[in-house]
């Protein structure tokens, strides 16, 4: 590097570097892994058409994995900004500003020009949300962003254009001449193709589910290229913390197997085969059924010590 690094930016670099000894996975197990697809997904190869096909993201992968009720009000409900979801479009939109900016690095200024650039672009959903904010709640949100921003500097090395950065790396796939169609919208992705290392940058706290999203993420980008990627990470800006794990054949096969398993849910829920499951969780805090859902209200009141969990 031309600049000596912190030791938190040493440690991104000691993790998500390329080892000595690394080789890339074998091409056979692309062509395995979408036969394992394929053949999984074989009974609703006929189910779905190209015009009208059966979408899938790692959102309803994650949801319908949890509670199929809360997924299923998720599909039907139309997409909502707030606050903390503006949030991190924000930020992921600063952070493309940085990589490619030029002059003097001020964390206020590349966040001033990422809202500008949100809010004047019709082509971004985020945008009516934005203008529309108050004055105060738009100062919030702009003090939130430069704070995720400076970490983003602070804890993260400096991205050299050798790296190929991708920011808001977008790919996808499908199957039976699309009719099931796959997509995914990665926040970052560095590295030449056939090594490249798939980054979900986070302005919270992490979690188990986030391994899970970038599991699907490897799978796709893996069918799509006909390449794997080498690694894996989720950043906390927050924390200064990475999450990180190598793309492994068995790492494939598990996500093939979930996103498989998780594709036939979806499809029974979208064909109305059978009811959809209620299973408690997290989720229950932000379900909009959460005041009249006998199972979600136990499990909250359980959550905040006003019940036990003997019955459970």
């Given at each position: 590097?031309d600049?000596?690094?912190?030791?938190?930016?040493?440690?991104?670099?000691?993790?998500?570097?390329?080892?000595?000894?690394?080789?890339?996975?074998?091409?056979?197990?692309?062509?395995?892994?979408?036969?394992?697809?394929?053949?999984?997904?074989?009974?609703?190869?006929?189910?779905?058409?190209?015009?009208?096909?059966?979408?899938?993201?790692?959102?309803?992968?994650?949801?319908?994995?949890?509670?199929?009720?809360?997924?299923?009000?998720n599909?039907?409900?139309?997409?909502?900004?707030?606050?903390?979801?503006?949030?991190?479009?924000?930020a992921?939109?600063a952070?493309?500003?940085?990589?490619?900016?030029?002059?003097?690095?001020?964390?206020?200024e590349?966040?001033?020009?990422?809202?500008?650039?949100?809010?004047?672009?019709?082509?971004?959903?985020?945008?009516?949300?934005?203008?529309?904010?108050?004055?105060?709640?738009?100062?919030?949100l702009?003090?939130?962003?430069?704070?995720a921003?400076?970490?983003?500097?602070e804890?993260?090395?400096?991205i050299?254009?050798?790296?190929?950065p991708?920011?808001?790396y977008s790919?996808?796939?499908?199957?039976?001449?699309?009719?099931?169609?796959?997509?995914?919208?990665?926040?970052?992705?560095?590295?030449?193709?056939?090594?490249?290392?798939?980054?979900?940058?986070?302005?919270?706290?992490?979690?188990?589910?986030?391994?899970?999203d970038?599991?699907?993420?490897?799978?796709?980008?893996?069918?799509?290229?006909?390449q794997?990627?080498?690694?894996?990470?989720?950043?906390?800006?927050?924390?200064?913390?990475?999450?990180?794990e190598?793309?492994?054949?068995?790492?494939?096969?598990?996500?093939?197997?979930?996103?498989?398993?998780?594709?036939?849910?979806?499809?029974?829920?979208?064909?109305?085969?059978?009811?959809?499951?209620?299973?408690?969780?997290?989720?229950?805090?932000?379900?909009?059924?959460?005041?009249?859902?006998?199972?979600?209200?136990?499990y909250?009141?359980?959550?905040?010590?006003?019940?036990?969990?003997?019955?459970?």
């Amino acid at each position: 590097m031309d600049t000596e690094l912190n030791p938190l930016q040493q440690a991104v670099i000691d993790a998500l570097g390329v080892p000595p000894d690394w080789e890339p996975l074998p091409a056979e197990i692309v062509t395995s892994i979408e036969a394992q697809l394929t053949e999984a997904l074989a009974p609703i190869k006929d189910l779905f058409t190209p015009e009208d096909p059966l979408r899938i993201n790692k959102h309803h992968i994650a949801t319908v994995h949890g509670c199929e009720k809360y997924h299923v009000l998720n599909r039907q409900s139309q997409f909502a900004w707030n606050i903390n979801t503006v949030r991190g479009t924000i930020a992921h939109k600063a952070i493309e500003l940085l990589i490619n900016w030029r002059g003097a690095v001020i964390p206020s200024e590349i966040v001033d020009a990422a809202i500008t650039s949100v809010a004047e672009n019709p082509r971004e959903s985020a945008s009516d949300f934005i203008i529309s904010l108050p004055a105060h709640e738009l100062a919030e949100l702009r003090g939130a962003v430069v704070g995720a921003v400076s970490n983003f500097l602070e804890c993260f090395p400096p991205i050299r254009p050798q790296w190929r950065p991708l920011v808001e790396y977008s790919a996808s796939y499908s199957l039976f001449g699309g009719a099931v169609l796959f997509t995914s919208r990665m926040d970052l992705v560095l590295g030449h193709p056939g090594r490249k290392v798939i980054i979900d940058l986070k302005t919270g706290r992490l979690t188990p589910t986030h391994r899970d999203d970038l599991r699907f993420y490897a799978l796709i980008e893996t069918l799509r290229s006909r390449q794997p990627p080498r690694s894996l990470g989720s950043y906390s800006l927050d924390s200064a913390r990475l999450d990180e794990e190598d793309v492994t054949e068995g790492l494939l096969q598990s996500a093939v197997r979930r996103t498989a398993n998780g594709t036939l849910l979806i499809a029974d829920l979208v064909l109305k085969t059978r009811q959809p499951e209620v299973r408690p969780g997290f989720q229950c805090r932000w379900c909009p059924e959460n005041e009249t859902c006998e199972v979600g209200m136990k499990y909250l009141r359980q959550l905040s010590g006003e019940e036990d969990d003997t019955d459970l």
